[in-house]
C-alpha cells in the first residue's frame, strides 16, 4: 500500500465521522446484503467466497452463496465429522460501487452469530494463547494500534479477512475501501467482568504506510521506531451458549453456541469472512451434529451504532449425512454410597459417552432412561425439612443463567464433563421440582439438574422425570429434553444418610439398573445394565416386630382410652396385614360415635363425630423415618363384619401431598367371647413411593367410648401379622388391671312361670338378670330348676347337632328352637334378641342350652351347660362376655317343643330355685329365687255353710277386687291390697229366698288389667 494513503488519527479514534464525510451514507437500508455460513470440506478452504484483488496487497473477498452442486462437492455433511473449514461470509448493504461502497443506512457496532443446535466448537480442544501473547494492549495509547500477536502457532485457529470503508478515496484515487486480513487466535478467556465459554482474538495487520503516515503526524518523527512498527486491529470474538429463550438470540430456548464481536466504528465494516480451522488442535475444534439432516440453520444479527438490530439467517443446502457411520457407544455405571439391605441410600450414576478427536464423533444423547434395580425405591424419610423447586425457580429455558432453588430442594449433585470446556467445569445440584405453586400431588415426580461454570459463563440446566412404578415402586427417570451437545461423562451422586432420597432393596443379591440410551443419529437405541450386590442379610429375612398397648385406665370398669403400637426394624419384611384382637371386655360404647357412611368411609371423609382416636405411622428406610398422622373413624359395616374402620392419613411431607391415605377395617366380635377383632390390610405403596412401615400406633381415645374389663385376671391384646412375603407372626402383650374388689356387683334375678300348663305345652319359665351400670360385669349365672318343672325328655331329643348350630344356628330343626332371649347393653345400639336353642354335642349327656344374641350385626351366644340329675335341671351360663349388660331376659315358652314339662298344679306349687351369679371381679351372689306363677287366676282353697251363709276361702295372685255370688245368694265384694292365700269371703242368702243347692261364682278383677279377669266356682248345701 503506498505512503500517501489519506487517513488521519481522528478518523481512526472518532470513526463516525468518517461516516458523517460521506453523504452517501444517510439513514437507509441497515443490514447485511449477504450471508453465507457453511461447513467446506478439506480442499475447499475458499469456498462460499470470492476474491477481486485490484493491485498487489489490495484484495477484496465477497460472500459468494454456493449452488447446490457446489454445496454438495464442497461442504462437509458428515454427521459428528470434525469440520476442516467453518466459515461465515457476510456483506452489509452499501451505496455506491466498488471499490468504493459505502455502508448503507449505518456503520455495524455489533456482530452476533447463531450457529445450528448441535454443533459444537471446542476451544478447550486448541491451546491457547494469553493476553500478554496476545498483546491485548494498545501498543500506542488512544490508536488502536496493537504490537503483532506472539502466541504460538498451534493457537492459530483460522483467518478473517475484512473489508471496511476509509473514506472517500481513503485508500488510492478512486478506492475507498480498504481490505484487511489477519489470524485468528484462542485466547484464554477473562473471568472477569464477563465469563466467556470461549474467546477468540483476531489480528488484523494494518497497512505499514498508513500506520507511519497516522504516526508522524503525531510524533512529528520524533519517534522513528515506533512510527515504523508493523501494527494490528484487535478485534475480540466472544462465544457463548444460548440455552434460554434470549429476546436477543434465536428465543427458541435450545442449546446452542454464538459468538458476539464488538466492531470499531472507525472502519466502518463493509465486509467480513471468518475461516475457522475447525480440525486445529487436537483435532475437533469444530464438530459437527449428529441429527440427519439436523438444524442447518445459522442466523446472523447485525446492530448499527444507533441500537437498530437487523437478521439474516442461512439454512444450508446440503443436509448433514451419513448417521449411519455415526458410533454410539454409551457406558454407564450405578454405585452405590452403601450396599446393606433396606438402608438409605446415596448413589452415584454415572453416564459416558466415547469422545476420539481424530475420528467421527459418537453421536450426542438425545434421551436417557434409567431404571434402578427392583426394591431400590425412592425413601419417605427424605421428605424431611425438603421442599421443591418451582418451574420459574429451576429457569430450565430462561434467558437468566442458573436457578433460584432453594438449597432446601437440593437431592444431590450433578457434574458434566464436555470436550468443549476443560474437565471438571461444569458442576452443580440436582433439585426436586415442584408445580408452580402448591404441593406435589403425585408422579412423574420432577428433578432438575443444574451444572455450571462461573468461569466460562455457562450454565446447563436439564429436566427429569421420574415414574415409580405404582405397584412396585420401581424407579425409572427418563431425561428427554437433552441439549443437542456433544458431552464426555455425565455424574449425578445423590445424597447419602438418613434422609438419602433413596433406600436399598430389602432382599439381598445382585440388584441391577438397566439404562436406555437414545442417540440423536436416530440409530437404535442402547441398552445398558450395572449391578452391586445387596448385603446383610440372614440366611431368612426376618419378620419378628414388636408390639406393645397402653390402657390409660388400671382399675378395672369405667372406662378407658386404648393405644395399639407396632414397631418394625430395617432389615425385617415389610407388613402387611394386621388383625388385632382386644383383650377381652375393651368393648366400645357404640352408641356413642355416629357411624360413618360408606362412600365417606372410603374418601376418608368421614365427619368429627364419627372419630374415635388417631392412628400415626412412621414410613421411611433408616433412623429417621418420616411421621404421619390422622383420624381414625368408626364406620357401619364393612366386607360382612358388623362394623369397619376408616384410618384417613394425610400423605403429607415436605412439599408432597399425595392425598389421604384411606386404611379400612373390619371390626368383627367373637360370639362366644365377645373380644373384638380389628382386620386391615395395609397400604404398602402411595402413588409409586413404598411406606416401608417403621411404626404404627393406633389410640382409640374418644372420651367415654371404651369400657374397660371388670376382670381382674391377666388379659392380652393378641395381634396376627402377615408381611409382603406371605410370612406370619402373632404377638401377645398382657394386660393386667387391678381393684377389682372395689366394684359393686348387686344383680338383681327375678323368675316366673305361668300357671297354664299340660302335658301337650308343657311349661313355661322367664327370667330376668338386672345389673346397675358401674359395677362388674357377670361372669356366670348358674340356677337349679325345682322339681315341679322337670326337662322335657321329647324337646331334649330335638337337640340340634353340634356342627349344624355352628355353621348356622338358624338352620337348625325347628324342634330344637325352645324359646327367646333379649338383652340391653350400652354398647350397642339395638336391643340384641335371638333365640333359645337346645344344641347336642357328642359327648355329653344332655344338649345345652344355647342363647343367640343378635343386634347390629353382632351375634353373641351364651352357652348353657346343662345337667339332669334325679329329675332336676341345673344348667350353667359359666362363661358370659365381660360386657356391660343392664338386663337379660331368657324366655322358655309352652308350646309343644316346650324346654319344660310339669306334673304339678304350678298355681298351688312353692317354686323355688336356687341361683348362683358370679361376677367377672369374683363377686358371688347366692339366692334361692321364688319363682313366681302367673296366669293362674282366683282359687277356692275351702269352702262351708253356716246357717244362712256360705264361707268361701279365696287363693289371689294379685291385688284387685274378688266377688261372690249364686242364685237366691246376695252378692258381696271384697278389696284385696295384694296376693292372698287365704281370704275369707261371706256369701249370705237373699231375703226371701230359701235355696238348697246353690253354684256359686267367685270373681276376680285385678287391680292390674293386663293380667285379665277371672273366676272359680263350688257348689254349696243348705240346710
Known sequence: MRSGVRFSLLALVV?????????????????????????????????????????????YSFPKEPTPTESKEQGYTQAGGRVPFGITDFKVNTVGAFPNEAPDGGVVAHIRTDVAPGL?????????????????????????????????????????????????????????????????????????????????????????????????????????????????????????????????????????????????????????????YGRSGEGDFITNATRCPGHNTTRLALTSSTGETVTKPYTALVGLEGCGLVPFDPSFALTPATSVQDQPNGFTAEVGIPHNPTETDDSQLKEATITLPEGMTLNPSAAAGLTACSPAEARIHSSV????????????????????????????????????????????????????????????????????????GQVTTVFSENPEQPFTKATLHFKEGALAPIANPLSCGPATSASVFAPFSEQASKGLSSAFTVTGCPATLPFALTQSTQNQATNAGGKTSFTFNLARQDGQQYLSKVSTTLPAGVVGAIPLVTQCAEAEANAGTCPSSSQIGTATVAAGAGPTPFTFSGPVYLTGPYQGAPFGLSV?????????????????????????????????????IVKGVP???????????KQGFLFNPTSCTPLSTDTTLTSTLSASQTLSTALQLGNCGALSFKPSFKAKSGGKTS????????????????????????????????????????????????????????????????????????????????????????????????????????????????????TNFASTPDVPVTSITVNLPVGPHSALATFRNLCTTSLVMPTVITGQNGSVTKQKTKIGVTGCGVQIVGHKVIGNAAFITVKTFAAGRISGKGAGLATVFRSLRGASNATRLRVPIARGHHP????????FLPKNRKLGTSAAFVTVTFH
Open 15 to 59: 470513526g463516525a465521522l468518517v461516516a458523517l464525510a460521506a453523504p452517501a451514507m444517510a439513514q437507509a437500508a441497515f443490514g447485511p446484503e449477504k450471508f453465507v455460513a457453511v461447513n467446506c470440506s478439506l480442499t475447499h478452504e475458499a469456498c462460499a467466497g470470492s476474491e477481486v484483488e485490484l493491485a498487489p496487497g489490495l484484495v
Open 120 to 276: 459444537a466448537t471446542s476451544p478447550a480442544a486448541v491451546p491457547q494463547c494469553s493476553a500478554a501473547e496476545f498483546h491485548s494492549q494498545e501498543a500506542v495509547p488512544g490508536t488502536g494500534f496493537f504490537l503483532a500477536p506472539e502466541c504460538k502457532p498451534e493457537t492459530k485457529i483460522g483467518v478473517n479477512k475484512a473489508t471496511v470503508y476509509a473514506g472517500p478515496n481513503g485508500v488510492a484515487p478512486g478506492v475507498s475501501d480498504l481490505p484487511l486480513e489477519g489470524n485468528v487466535y484462542n485466547l484464554v478467556q477473562p473471568e472477569k467482568p464477563v465469563a466467556r465459554a470461549s474467546e477468540f482474538g483476531v489480528a488484523l495487520k494494518l497497512p505499514k504506510g498508513l500506520t507511519e503516515h497516522v504516526l508522524k503526524e503525531a510524533f512529528k518523527g520524533s519517534n522513528p521506531t515506533v512510527e515504523k512498527e508493523q501494527y494490528f486491529a484487535h478485534t475480540l470474538i466472544e462465544g457463548n451458549v444460548e440455552w434460554g429463550q434470549e429476546a436477543n438470540g434465536t428465543n427458541q430456548g435450545d442449546y446452542h453456541d454464538y459468538f458476539e464481536i464488538n466492531v470499531s466504528t472507525a472502519l466502518p465494516l463493509l465486509a467480513s469472512r471468518l475461516v475457522f
Open 401 to 472: 443463567p442458573g436457578v433460584g432453588c432453594a438449597k432446601s430442594s437440593e437431592v444431590g449433585t450433578v457434574s458434566l464433563d464436555v470436550p468443549t470446556l476443560p474437565a471438571g467445569s461444569l458442576k452443580g445440584s440436582i433439585y426436586l421440582g415442584g408445580p408452580e405453586s402448591g404441593p406435589i400431588t403425585g408422579p412423574p415426580y420432577i428433578i432438575y439438574l443444574d451444572a455450571e461454570s462461573q468461569r466460562y459463563g455457562v450454565s446447563v440446566r436439564i429436566k427429569g422425570e421420574v415414574f415409580p412404578n405404582p405397584v412396585t
Open 648 to 684: 384417613a392419613v394425610p400423605a403429607v411431607a415436605g412439599p408432597f401431598n399425595l392425598g389421604t391415605v384411606v386404611t379400612r377395617a373390619t371390626i368383627n366380635v367373637d360370639q362366644t367371647t365377645a373380644r373384638v377383632t380389628a382386620t386391615a390390610t395395609l397400604p404398602t
Open 691 to 701: 411406606v416401608r412401615l417403621k411404626s404404627m400406633s393406633v389410640a382409640v381415645n
Open 759 to 874: 302335658k301337650k305345652i308343657g311349661a313355661s319359665l322367664e327370667t330376668t338378670l338386672n345389673l346397675p351400670s358401674g359395677g362388674s360385669n357377670v361372669k356366670s349365672v348358674l340356677v337349679t330348676l325345682p322339681a315341679a318343672l322337670p326337662s322335657r325328655l321329647t324337646t331334649l331329643q330335638k337337640a340340634c347337632p353340634e356342627a349344624t348350630f355352628k355353621a348356622n344356628p338358624f338352620s337348625c330343626p325347628s324342634g330344637s328352637f325352645v324359646g327367646g332371649v333379649r338383652a340391653n347393653t350400652p354398647a350397642l345400639p339395638a336391643k340384641m334378641k335371638g333365640p333359645a336353642i337346645l344344641v347336642s354335642h357328642g359327648g355329653a349327656a344332655f344338649p345345652d342350652l344355647d342363647l343367640v344374641l343378635e343386634g347390629n350385626g353382632v351375634r353373641v351366644v351364651l352357652v348353657g351347660n346343662t345337667d339332669i340329675k334325679k329329675g332336676i335341671t341345673t
Open 996 to 1003: 238348697h243347692k246353690v253354684r256359686l261364682r267367685v270373681g
